[in-house]
Every structure is written in C-alpha cells, then in structure tokens.
C-alpha cells in the first residue's frame, strides 16, 4: 500500500531561520514538499512569486478564502498569509511530506482540521541572537524590527501547543535532527491510520480462514 504523506507544520519567531532551514532539508531529502504560502505583503530583496510566496492583493486573497482555497489563513502585521489547499492534498496522496511554514495562529488552525499534522517550533538559541538576525536582513526598518520582536514575546505564550521545538543554532546539526524527528513522526499510529485499518482486515480474514 502507498505510503499518505504527513503534514509538517513549521512555525518560529520571524528571524529565527526558518526559510533557510526548509531550502536545506529540501536540498538534501527528496521525499518533502514545501508548500507555498498566499500573502498580500511586498517581496523582499531576491523572493521570486510562485517560489518563496504568492504575492497577491488584498482583494484577491479574500476572493480565495470565499472559494474554500486555502487551508488556513491569519493576519500578522498587517498582512494575509495563508496555505493554498489543492497543492497540499495532491502532495499528501502522492506520498510527499508536506511542510507548511506558517505562523502560530494558522499553525493552530491547521491542527485543528489535521489532527495528524506534525507541529515543529523553531527558535533561536537566545532573544540576542533573534534580534541581531533581524536587524542584519537590513530590509526592514527598526519600527517593523520593533513590531517582531514584540509579537515573538506574544508567540512565546503558544510555544507548548508544539511537539517538538528545533534550536537553530548550528545549521547543519539542526536540518539533521528536523530530519530525525520527522523520520520518528511518520511512524505514530495516528499518522498510519491505513495501515493499520489494513493489518486489521488481514488478520480477520486469517481468523476466518479466508
């Protein structure tokens, strides 16, 4: 029986790495997908449409949540961001991992309708250190810098609703044990529902001599 893939829910204060540690896990595992997110904020310096994001108007990613198109979606700071649902549904029954980066609300969202989602928190190893990440992007004024930090405080509240959290700290050891904790994942029963209801009919019928 084909393997269903599992959904990956990947959220972390802004600056903590998150994009780079997917292009990592990405670039050396084949067996993940990386779902790209709707949102109404402006491209940063070198993000492509259709690759880091899909850069949309307000009205248009509006028009998509009226059409059921997206899985989930959330507002922070000031801006749309949200999951695209045909992409992610066709990647799952082809038997890729999908990860989602999103936030802690669309995160919860997510859950809530995929109970078997698997919810990683990345952080820094320490608030200094997710504060000179921020300011050496150089894209963003020390107001914004300012607005994230303070929203991170507010995210930190979030951060046991997770299973595991992911120290970004040496980019190496960290694409590594994401990796091992996903391997680990794959095999929970609420994440094998089929194979299990499989070797259930198997064993009837070999109770029934069939």
């Not at 997206?70 to 507002?75: H, N, P």
């Not at 801006?79 to 038997?95: A, F, K, Q, W």
């Not at 810098?145 to 507010?154: D, H, Y």
């Not at 994942?185 to 609420?190: D, I, N």
């Amino acid at each position: 029986m084909k393997r269903k893939g599992i959904l990956i829910v990947v959220s972390g204060f802004s600056g903590a790495g998150k994009g780079t540690l997917m292009k990592e896990l990405l670039k050396r595992y084949d067996n993940y997908a990386l779902s790209v997110s709707m949102t109404t904020r402006q491209p940063r310096e070198g993000e492509v449409d259709g690759e880091s994001y899909f850069f949309v108007d307000k009205e248009t990613f509006e028009k998509t949540i009226e059409n059921d198109g997206l899985i989930e979606y959330a507002s922070y700071c000031g801006n749309y961001y949200g999951t695209p649902r045909e992409y992610v549904e066709r990647c799952l029954e082809n038997g890729l991992d999908v990860i989602l980066e999103i936030e802690i609300q669309g995160a919860l969202k997510v859950k809530g309708k995929f109970p078997e989602a698997l919810l990683l928190f990345v952080m820094p190893p320490d608030a200094a250190e997710l504060k000179r990440r921020l300011e050496d992007r150089g894209t963003e004024s020390p107001e914004v810098i300012r607005q994230r930090l303070a929203r991170a405080s507010e995210e930190a509240d979030g951060i046991e609703k997770y299973e595991y959290l992911i120290i970004n700290d040496d980019l190496d050891e960290c694409v590594r044990e994401m990796n091992d904790i996903i391997n680990a994942a794959r095999k929970a029963p609420v994440r094998n529902r089929r194979m299990i209801a499989d070797m259930r009919s198997q064993l009837n019928a070999v109770v029934k001599g069939e």
